[in-house]
């Protein structure tokens, strides 16, 4: 996973999202936002974070297209990237 964040602020390895995610890094990155891989603290369970560019934000439509598009399961819970 990569390290290196996509713009100023956003979650990097070791953060905790709303108190229950501990990111990993960087899983997928597009035009649109970035996938962070994540471990949820109380499932011990590994998840996926789906984030939108910060710059796209305050554009309706680019918020309900990134909210349309699923983040695509990965086949084997061993892989930490999906294709």
């Known amino acids: 996973m990569a390290s290196l964040p996509l713009w100023s ?7 905790v999202i709303l ?10 990155a ?8 994540a471990r949820h603290l109380e499932l011990d369970e590994e998840v996926a974070i789906k984030f939108l560019r910060p710059e796209l934000m305050s554009d309706p439509t680019s918020c309900r297209d990134f909210s349309a598009r699923p983040v695509q399961p ?4 061993a892989s930490t990237s999906c294709a």
């Open 9 to 15: 602020g956003q979650p990097k390895q070791g953060d």
């Open 19 to 28: 108190g229950k995610y501990q990111v990993d890094g960087v899983v997928g």
């Open 30 to 37: 597009g035009a649109m936002g970035v996938v962070l891989g």
């Open 74 to 77: 990965c086949e084997s819970r």
